[in-house]
């Protein structure tokens, strides 16, 4: 295993053909984006290429190339935006976990598990790394693919307004645009618009939120009940995992969510100085400074108690309480 650079990393593509990419499961923007935006550039090169994705939610839906779902026997498999194997849906993570050959990613704490890795932690999003890698390789920056990439780097940086957008990010998305990338319209699709099925898990979800660790905490439990009566899925609620972090005073925001076999899922958003990442490596789990997520087991009072200490710890240490 080992790291290489953007022009090596083209190389390696370029000597493929019949590739399969897949993402991380939960698939949020910049999964899908990257994917695609990959899928439109390894076609422009003449490749046999497909996708596998399951539970792509409905607003992203826009970017999926139906096309891409061939059933083939790939030669090779790529990952885009996967920062650890163990996030790779299970069903091809079993088929296809120990076979990556490349895995193209911008978390800071990627894992490496591909044979190679291009991982640039100073980018955005994966799909700011696509671009790079796309400009190296000569790829013509075709309204489609900067769709794709658009996707990618405007929902990871929560639509350029995240600490991770830097002066570089900005310039990557003015060349998107200048390849014709219908901002406005995608903004409204996937940051202003929400079903009513959506405003109603939210209200639930509102009612659920509770304050604790002196108003530097705040907590949602999720459960599966929830969704169930507001008839929506996991997939499609994604976005209410940063309500917690609204609160003025809260440093850590933590959403607890019940998954449909039992299990408890934590996702922590965090302001400076207290770090996500570090919460949730208590458990197991990982991700940014300022977002991430680990599992807690099947006790639900068990994995509330436990990841609101994991917080206090890190509050602690920031001096906070
Ligand atoms: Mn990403």
Redesign the pocket.
Request: no cysteine; hydrophobic share 35%.
């Given at each position: 295993m080992s790291c290489i650079t953007h022009a090596e990393a083209w190389k390696r593509l370029s000597a493929m053909n019949d590739i399969l990419i897949l993402a991380h499961a939960k698939p949020d923007g910049?999964a899908v984006g990257s994917m695609f935006a990959l899928y439109h550039a390894l076609r422009q090169c003449g490749k046999r290429v497909r996708c596998e994705i399951v539970d792509v939610p409905a607003a992203l839906r826009f970017v999926v190339a139906p096309e891409a779902f061939s059933d083939f026997e790939p030669a090779h498999v790529v990952t885009v935006?996967v920062a650890d194997q163990k996030l790779l849906n299970d069903c091809f993570k079993n088929t296809y976990g120990s076979r990556v050959e490349l895995s193209i990613d911008?978390h800071g704490v990627h894992t490496a598990f591909a044979e190679e890795t291009l991982v640039d932690p100073t980018a955005a999003?994966?799909s700011e790394v696509l671009f790079d890698l796309f400009t190296i390789g000569g790829v013509a920056l075709t309204k489609e693919i900067a769709t794709c990439l658009y996707l990618g780097l405007s929902t990871?940086t929560g639509c350029f307004r995240f600490a991770n957008t830097t002066a570089k990010t900005l310039r990557t998305a003015a060349a998107l645009l200048e390849a014709g990338v219908d901002n406005g319209a995608i903004n409204i699709e996937v940051f202003e618009t929400k079903t009513p099925q959506y405003i109603n898990f939210e209200k639930a979800a509102m009612n659920a939120l509770r304050l604790c660790l002196g108003g530097k905490c705040a907590v949602m439990v999720l459960t599966q009940q929830m969704y169930r009566e507001a008839g929506i899925t996991e997939a499609d609620t994604q976005g209410i995992k940063g309500l917690p972090r609204m609160i003025a005073g809260v440093y850590a925001g933590i959403t607890v969510t019940e998954q449909p076999g039992g299990v408890y899922h934590a996702s922590v958003r965090s302001k400076e100085p207290v770090n996500a990442a570090e919460i949730c490596a208590e458990f197991g789990g990982g991700g940014h400074k300022y977002a991430a997520g680990c599992e807690l087991g099947r006790d639900k009072e068990e994995a509330l108690r436990g990841i609101v200490a994991a917080a206090e710890r890190q509050l602690a240490k920031a001096n906070l309480i």
């Open positions: 910049d935006d911008h999003a994966a990871d």
